[in-house]
Antibody, heavy 124, light 112 residues
Framework: QVQLVESGGGVVQPGRSLRLSCAASGFTFSTYGMHWVRQAPGKGLEWVAVIWNDGNRKYYGDSVKGRLTISRDNSKNTLYLQMNSLRAEDTAVYYC?????????????????WGRGTTVTVSS | QSALTQPASVSGSPGQSITISCTGGSSDVGSYNLVSWYQQHPGEAPKLIIYEVTKRPSGVSNRFSGSKSGDTASLTISGLQAEDDADYYCCSYAGSGSLGVVFGGGTKLTVL
């Protein structure tokens, strides 16, 4: 079945780095753009970033531009989020999500498959 | 990318209907029929329940319906059931200026 599994979360000090991974299975990963979405404790969903299926186009939410980098390895069916210069406000559950279709921009589709998330805590 | 505006909470009794609004602007909700809605129970990942304003994914109850007028999209849940007690988020394509996505702040639905 279609599945996304995030990993790489943990407790990290402010200013340090962390890389999250999202392993995809059950669908042709290389044909879909992919998203990262996060949720701070007790807060709502916040869109973080999107990457096109071929990795050539990437867009970010305003609050993470310049610090978080989305990437992918289609040979490994894996999505990544490199997180640098981490701040307390980056503390959240990070979800990867798949858009429903491939013909339009990935940001124009609803997200029909979500992972269970990985928790990042930024604290000294 | 300004967040879409949703009421913080709504409530209803079993069997009743409720509507959750989601207000954006002319560059996102108002310009595209690309609004989706997500249901999230505590400790779980979000679940897509409406896409492209009015469409339901396979397996989603027809008690959930979506609509849009101008810059405001709406989610209606009819015949409320206990399991509908959850958080609901709207989401829209942010438009050609951004090419990103914007979420609403979320609405807590309490089934009384």
């Amino acid at each position: 079945q279609v599945q996304l599994v995030e990993s790489g979360g943990g407790v990290v000090q402010p200013g340090r780095s962390l890389r999250l991974s999202c392993a995809a299975s059950g669908f042709t990963f290389s044909t879909y753009g992919m998203h990262w979405v996060r949720q701070a404790p007790g807060k709502g969903l916040e869109w973080v970033a999107v990457i096109w299926n071929d990795g050539n186009r990437k867009y970010y939410g305003d609050s993470v531009k310049g610090r978080l980098t989305i990437s992918r390895d289609n040979s490994k069916n894996t999505l990544y989020l490199q997180m640098n210069s981490l701040r307390a406000e980056d503390t959240a559950v990070y979800y990867c999500a798949k858009p429903m279709g491939v013909e339009w921009f990935p940001t124009q589709y609803g997200m029909d498959v979500w992972g269970r998330g990985t928790t990042v805590t930024v604290s000294s | 990318q300004s967040a879409l505006t949703q009421p913080a909470s709504v409530s209803g009794s079993p069997g009743q209907s409720i509507t959750i609004s989601c207000t954006g602007g002319s560059s996102d909700v108002g310009s595209y029929n690309l609004v989706s809605w997500y249901q999230q129970h505590p400790g779980e990942a979000p679940k897509l329940i409406i896409y492209e304003v009015t469409k339901r994914p396979s397996g989603v109850s027809n008690r959930f319906s979506g609509s849009k007028s101008g810059d405001t999209a709406s989610l209606t849940i009819s015949g409320l059931q206990a399991e509908d007690d959850a958080d609901y988020y709207c989401c829209s394509y942010a438009g050609s200026g951004s090419l990103g996505v914007v979420f609403g702040g979320g609405t807590k639905l309490t089934v009384l």
